[in-house]
């Protein structure tokens, strides 16, 4: 039997490390060609590293340099990958960053920097995966005409102080894909998020890198572990398969319990 994303083109931003790694393996494994974008140059060994991974795997990808926030080199990361394979099927719009201050400190180029890459950088990258998956339609590969995952958060709905400007973009994501499902989905075009909870990256290494830390960390979980890029990974898996076909226009919560109020948990 063919694999659930078999002969799929898939780019997935940020994949140079963390969860867009974690999700690109998983992927890869389930039958995608996977695009490992990465934004610098001094990123490139680590995309290649993933690629090697995934070929020695017996998986197929390849790495491409692209700041997403960067509306002419999202166009032309489209063009190249639709000129290389024919088209793109699948896009998750994980890249992302945060640059955290207290709010009354937060600079404009904090605020900035981190809606161009989480916000603005989401809408390019939908913005051109929509316009592939229009021009193409539905193809013999999926029941769906394209795929689109955004990597949101729990703060797309928990408030984070001393992170507006994070909490404020993944708030945004969350009825960007709303919004974006609801005018696509006519057109067959399937568009959800993923929340995470805590997913042990770099990204929050100072949540687990020392016992206390993690033991800190652990009291906002109910499950009481942190979280690993696969769980993340086999959700976008499926989520972008034909299994997921009725679910458009949802953040799927990965979280263990993280939404739940855990505060709540002792009260008796
Ligand atoms: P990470 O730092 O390992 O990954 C972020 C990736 O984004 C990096 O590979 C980085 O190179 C890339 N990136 C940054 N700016 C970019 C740009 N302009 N263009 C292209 N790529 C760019 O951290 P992660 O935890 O894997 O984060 C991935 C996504 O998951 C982010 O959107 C983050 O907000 C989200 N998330 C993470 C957690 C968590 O607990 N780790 C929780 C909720 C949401």
Known sequence: MDKKLQDQVAIIT???????????????????????????????????????DIVANGGSAISYKCDVSKEDEV????????????????????AG????????????????????VNLTGQFLCAREAIREFLRRGINSKSKA?????CMSSVHEVIPWAGHANYAASKGGVMLMMKTIAQEYA?????????????????????AWDTSEHL????????????????????????LASDDADYVNGTTIFVDGGMTLYPGFEDNG
């Not at 499950?223 to 499926?238: C, L, M, P, S, Y």
């Open 75 to 94: 166009i032309q990361m489209f063009k190249d990958v639709v000129a290389q394979y024919g088209t793109v099927d699948i896009l998750v719009n994980n």
């Open 97 to 116: 960053l945060q640059r955290d201050a207290k709010f009354v400190d937060m600079t404009l180029e904090q605020w900035n920097f981190v809606l161009s």
């Open 215 to 238: 033991q800190n960390l652990l009291k906002l979980i109910p499950e009481r572990r942190i979280g690993q890029v696969e769980d993340i990974g086999k959700t976008a898996v499926w």
């Open 145 to 149: 005409a394209g795929k689109i995952i």
């Open 186 to 206: 006519p057109k067959k075009i399937r568009i959800n998020s993923i929340a995470p909870g805590a997913i042990q990256t770099p990204i929050n290494k100072d």
């Open 14 to 52: 940020g994949s140079s490390s963390g969860i867009g790694a974690g999700c690109a393996k998983e992927m890869a494994k389930a039958g995608a060609t996977v695009v490992i974008n990465y934004p610098v140059t001094g990123a490139k060994e680590m995309a290649e590293a993933v690629v090697a």
